[in-house]
Nanobody
Framework: QLQASGGGLVQPAGSLRLSCVAS????????MGWFRQAPGTEREFVAA????????WYSDSVKGRFSISRDNGKNTVFLQMNSLAPDDTAVYYC?????????????????WGQGTEVTVSS
């Protein structure tokens, strides 16, 4: 129901754009989010947006470098990642939920994509 894509290998200071297509979600989620998980770490909130008014949220670690956007007609959310650094290396997951409560907590999300791997290395 959530299909993430766009990961790959990029050099430090480079850019990538991730995409997440949503389909068939039965509970009409209003929140679309991105999380990431590096080996040996917990899943970390990256960014989220609300379909109804496109309010956005970002973690402090990506604010000013990453940008979340959407294509309503295609039920797709994008994560534009600029000025990438080795610390951004992780598997990135898109997720969806109904309400804004606990928006930065992975445990509150109802739907998850399969993850797309991002490696930042020279």
């Amino acid at each position: 129901q959530l299909q993430a894509s766009g990961g790959g290998l990029v050099q430090p200071a480079g850019s990538l754009r991730l995409s997440c297509v949503a389909s068939g979600c039965t509970s009409s989620p209003d929140i679309m989010g991105w999380f990431r998980q590096a080996p040996g770490t917990e899943r970390e909130f990256v960014a989220a947006s609300r379909w109804s008014d496109f309010h956005t949220w970002y973690s402090d670690s990506v604010k000013g470098r990453f940008s979340i956007s959407r294509d309503n007609g295609k039920n797709t959310v994008f994560l534009q990642m600029n000025s990438l650094a080795p610390d951004d290396t992780a598997v990135y997951y898109c997720a969806a939920k109904r309400t804004v409560i606990g928006i930065m907590s992975a445990s509150t999300y109802d739907y998850w994509g399969q993850g797309t791997e991002v490696t930042v290395s020279s």
